[in-house]
């Protein structure tokens, strides 16, 4: 792992056996690295394996095999992330899908978001507490009206913005988004995605971007995976990735991003792509700089 490196994920697997006959392998070798500093993006349809991986590298499943490492630390073996749960818990942070399931019903937003602050004795100073709170909401596009509102008495849009602040108290080095708009209006969706860049410059943690649309990804993130049925198809930097796309199973996410040119829409090919012919096995090569696909 290089200094510039902050996760680096080593052929990380991860498989549920649900019976003696049955075992399903969600994650099955992945490996990838996030920069400092870097926002990195994972693509795929649904049930290829990317919250998984996300889940993976937080602790919340205990990984079959392979390895995680975060700022040189082998996080994926337990007694070093016993050793290291408070750094972790301070450095790394999680923002999930649906909202309204992450956030405590019962909680107002100030407890939700000052929370974080006072479990892990950062601030118990009330003022300070009011201060950091206000410049939270501020930050994410919210008033300290929102304080005294719980989950229930707003909006989507509104929750994940919340969702956000909490996740920022701690000032994370590193940020993993599992769809964090995937439930939410497009237009609103545009605004999160234009809070997370902004906030990505200002604050420069490292971002771990899950996403299946591929529109959202070529906006802001640096470097580009792919995903199907837990392995890795693709990786590249996005530009290379977008102009020169290697994989079939690429080409044909690629070739149906909708285009806002009702001509070009009736007119455009779409590219098929039967997931029954992909490799099972096999390795990512090298073929261009920073370019991997899988062989």
Known sequence: MSPEEILCVNNLKQHFHINKDLTIKAVDGVTFQVKKGE????????????????????????????????KGRRISEKEIYRQNKKDLHLNMQIIFQDSAA?????????????EPLKVNR??????????????LLFEVGLDDTYATKRPAEISGGQRQRVAIARCLST??????????VASLDVSIQAQIINLFQRLQRYYGFSFLLIAHDLSIIKFISDKVAVMLQGRLMELAPTQ?????????????????????????????????????????????????????VLQ
């Open 39 to 70: 926002v990195f993006g994972l693509v795929g349809e649904t049930g290829s394996g990317k919250s998984t991986v996300a889940q993976t590298i937080m602790g919340i499943y205990p990984a079959t095999s392979g390895e995680v490492y975060f």
């Open 102 to 114: 992450a956030l405590n019903p019962r909680m107002t937003v100030e407890q939700i978001i000052t």
């Open 122 to 135: 950062i601030m118990r100073n009330k003022n300070e507490l009011r201060d950091k709170l206000e410049s």
């Open 171 to 180: 000032s994370p080095d590193l940020i993993i988004a599992d769809e964090p």
């Open 240 to 292: 290379e990735l977008f102009n020169n796309p290697l994989h079939p199973y690429t080409r044909s996410l690629l070739s149906a991003v909708p285009v806002p040119d009702p001509v070009f829409e009736r007119n455009k090919k779409i590219l098929d792509y039967d997931v029954k012919d992909v490799k099972t096995q096999g390795e990512m090569v090298e073929v261009s700089f920073g370019h991997y």
